[in-house]
């Protein structure tokens, strides 16, 4: 009772689809054309991330402590507080978010491609332009007691500790407004 389906059967379906789409009012695009390319020239890849690889180098070289991040990531807020809570770092932490930067895919690329040991999440930390790893690696160069020697010996000033209720900042108590 059925007959198999033929070319010209298949192209009256597809043409009747068409038709009913435009009828209906939808939008119908014709699949696009490509040309024909030759593949990639060697070095191709390095010659299109050259300039995110100089921008990188460049944050780590300005930085003494780089941190490539996204803002919704919960690895690198864990970082972020673990350096500027934690340890107490007082002084300016670059912070590069990529997910803000336009460039940000091509410069994580540079930065995995810089950093050596193939580390392809965020973050991506660098402590006087040693590549240290990602949050897993920096938590546990802290919880070694490593991480705050280092921190120390690439020259970071550190938050003065408040444990002398003498060093304190005055408080208003007592200190009525005059009017």
């Known amino acids: 009772f059925f007959s198999p389906v033929t070319p010209a059967m298949s ?5 009747l689809v068409v038709l009913l789409a ?3 009012g939808l939008q119908v695009q014709a699949k696009p054309s490509f040309p024909e390319v030759e593949g990639p020239t060697k070095g191709s890849y390095d010659d ?3 300039e995110n690889r100089m921008f990188v180098r460049g944050l780590i070289g300005k930085n003494k402590l780089m941190v490539f991040c996204k803002t919704w990531c919960t690895h690198c ?4 507080t673990l350096f ?11 912070w590069h978010d990529l997910d803000k930067d336009r460039d940000g895919p091509w410069n994580q690329l540079a930065a995995i491609d ?9 973050p ?10 990602g949050n897993d690696e920096v938590q546990a160069m802290h919880r070694a007691g490593e991480l705050l020697d280092r921190v120390k010996a690439a020259g970071l000033r550190l938050k003065k500790p408040r444990t002398d209720p003498a060093a304190a900042p005055p408080s208003n108590a007592g200190l009525q407004d005059e009017l």
Do not use: P, Y
């Open 11 to 15: 192209s009256l379906v597809l043409w």
């Open 22 to 24: 435009v009828t209906l």
């Open 48 to 50: 299109l991330i050259d």
């Open 77 to 80: 807020t864990a970082v972020k």
């Open 84 to 94: 500027e809570d934690t340890i107490g770092i007082d002084e300016f932490i670059g």
């Open 114 to 122: 810089i950093n050596e040991k193939d580390h392809r999440t965020v």
């Open 124 to 133: 991506m930390v660098w402590l006087d332009g040693e590549f240290l790893g």
